[in-house]
């Protein structure tokens, strides 16, 4: 039995290694040589309208792939040991390659109802795999992922209704058609609504922390490179048909919230799964804000190299969870580098990366998207949401470290951890390599031109000014008590809306439920019951009772009610009169 598990495991790493090799050579052919293919395939032809089925290849979709690829052949690897107590393996496995192929079918489909496919799939395989671990917990983040994700489902409908009027669901056709007429507008607004459900912006970011409920492979697949990136994906290829709308504003604003808003919550968080799901929230709104301002080409760039460091670094928490007896809270955690020396190493690489330390992979897309927001013409308020968040970003990761590195181990007094894993450190050391080189591939491959970006001296430090103040806080907030009494309460109430995502999950949970359900109770009732029952024998006899009560209460003679009925009377009387 274990053989079989083993070997889906290293097939499947096998096949997906092999065809990220090959899109790699690919990707290399296609960029040197300018070249795009668009493949059409008719499944059916109706009122001139055909729904086609589309492959476009070019060096954007290939790239994406070959990183898709990397990142779930290593993942598998990974899981080979993570969930080698899993009796069903094979079933984990299958539901990943479900997943990455979902992931697919949206990366290389420049058509919308094809682009449905891909998206409603990795809406439905991400619940199967949120709730895996069947518990409550589980269960009730699958469903608040699910149904967050199907808002954007019915907006990706409502797209294919609205390009009717074009005739044809190919999106590649349209980015000629940029005069401001009603249906690109609507068109555009809808995407960009339906990519703010997939990539968890205000006022959907609260199922982002829930998924956390999934396995620690499935978060390093899921939060790096694909179904969250997936609204990313959509608005880079959607980028020239997305008109200057009110919507955009409007993103670049709810974006650098959710930046600001996810930087906050990561540090008043001790569950170490959900500080990584939170600083992908940030790197997430970081993508949506700079794609706003008319950049995709740095935000698809910064979305490759995140997807590196990322992955590593949920790989490093599967990894200090599992020999901390599955106890995911930073408090019981300490002195790691002293007992776990090589996952620490992957653990402070990676999270280097993310603050964007020089020469590591996030330095290079995340400078030069600060510096493009220094360069550009914007108000005081995104500035400051841009820096703050990048400050804060150095802030909850140098807690981390903390927490993690240097304090001491709270957990047992007799302990046995070991770094002997290497089916586990084989799979983050390939990311570690990657999480170093891809940001200086990446750049020298992706630009056909450089950026040529000439800033005053201080705003050029700006990034390293807030990243010291940002580290240097964490470093100070790590080492600090808790404050007295007194002063704790005072502050509990901003700091239960600061941690709790201000109120999102709440407000997209209770608020949403309590009082509609509450609301559509009778109405469900009625159609659970269907009409036949409602409008047939029992439900008409009560229909007629009810009737008959009123008419009893209008012939009771009551001096009231025809007081009442002759003032009515007499008022749409008046009203006649006064028309005439």
């Known amino acids: 039995m274990n053989n079989i598990k083993y070997s889906i495991c290293f097939i499947s790493f096998f096949f997906l290694f092999m065809m990220m090799m090959m899109n790699f050579l690919f990707m290399i052919y296609f960029i040197m040589n300018n070249m795009v293919i668009l493949m059409e395939w008719e499944i059916i032809s109706f009122n001139s309208i055909n729904i086609v089925m589309s492959i476009l290849l070019d060096w954007m979709s290939l790239l994406f792939m070959m990183f898709v690829f990397l990142i779930s052949s290593v993942v598998i690897f ?24 979902s992931m697919m079918l949206l990366i290389i489909s420049p058509n919308i109802i094809s682009i449905l496919l891909g998206w409603d799939g990795l809406g439905l395989v991400s619940y199967c795999l949120v709730i895996y671990y069947q518990n409550l917990k589980s269960y009730n983040a699958g469903m608040l992922t699910a149904l967050s994700n199907r808002i954007g489902d019915v907006f990706i409908l409502m797209v294919i209704a609205w390009m009717m009027n074009y005739g044809s669901w190919n999106y590649i056709f349209y980015l000629e058609f940029m005069n401001n007429d009603l249906e690109m507008v609507m068109i555009s607004s809808m995407i960009i609504l339906a990519a703010m ?19 620690t492979p499935v978060s390093a697949l899921v939060h790096s490179s694909t179904l969250v990136t997936a609204g990313v994906y959509l608005l880079i290829r959607f980028n020239l048909m997305l ?22 919550s990561a540090n008043y968080e001790f569950d170490l799964k959900k500080i990584i799901a939170l600083s992908t929230l940030s790197q997430l709104g970081l993508m949506m804000s700079i794609l706003s301002m008319g950049m995709p080409d740095l935000a698809f760039f910064h979305l490759l190299t995140h997807a590196m460091f990322k992955a590593l670094l949920f790989m490093c928490a599967g990894v ?57 013409n914007l108000n ?6 841009y820096y703050f968040s990048t400050g804060l970003t150095m802030y909850y990761t140098f807690r981390l470290i903390m927490y993690l590195m240097i304090n001491d181990y709270n957990l047992m007094s007799v302990y046995n951890l070991f770094d ?5 450190l084989k799979s983050m050391f390939i990311l570690l390599f990657m999480s170093v ?19 005053p001296l201080n705003l050029k430090m700006m990034v390293i000014y807030v990243s010291l103040i940002g580290g240097f806080m964490g470093y100070l907030i790590s080492n600090m008590e808790i404050y007295s009494v007194n002063k704790f ?51 008409m006899m009560k229909i007629v009772k009810k009737y008959s009560l009123i008419y009893y209460f209008f012939q009771s003679n009551n001096f009231k009610i025809y007081l009442y009925s002759f003032i009515l009377w007499m008022l749409i009387m008046m009203l006649f009169l006064m028309i005439n």
């Not at 008109?243 to 906050?264: C, E, N, P, V, Y």
């Not at 005081?380 to 949401?385: G, K, M, N, P």
């Not at 002997?420 to 586990?424: G, L």
């Open 78 to 101: 990974y899981s080979k040991s993570y969930m080698s107590s899993e009796l069903n393996l094979s079933r984990f496995i299958i539901l990943v390659l479900l997943f990455v192929f």
């Open 197 to 215: 459900t997939k990539s968890a912006q205000i006022p959907f970011s609260s199922w982002l922390p829930a998924a956390m409920a999934a396995p």
């Open 243 to 264: 008109l200057d709308t009110f919507f955009l504003k409007l993103l670049l604003l709810l974006s650098g919230l959710t930046m600001f808003m996810a930087g906050i």
């Open 320 to 376: 200090i969870i599992h020999m901390m007896n599955d106890m995911q809270d930073i408090r019981y955690m300490g002195g790691m580098s002293f007992y776990i020396p090589l996952t620490s190493l992957c653990m402070n690489i990676s999270n280097m990366a993310l603050c964007g330390i020089p020469f590591l992979a996030g330095f290079y897309s995340k400078d030069l998207i600060l510096e493009m927001v220094s360069f550009s």
């Open 380 to 385: 005081l308020l995104i500035f400051f949401l």
């Open 420 to 424: 002997e894993d290497f089916i586990m």
């Open 437 to 455: 080189i891809s940001g200086s591939f990446l750049s020298w491959m992706i630009f056909s031109y450089p950026y040529m970006i000439y800033l």
């Open 489 to 539: 309460i005072k502050t509990y109430n901003l700091s239960n809306f600061l941690c709790l995502m201000w109120f999102l999950p709440n407000l997209s949970t209770y608020g949403i439920n309590y009082y509609f359900l509450n609301f559509g109770q009778n109405l469900s009732k009625n159609i659970d019951l269907g009409w036949s029952e409602l409008y047939s024998g029992w439900g």
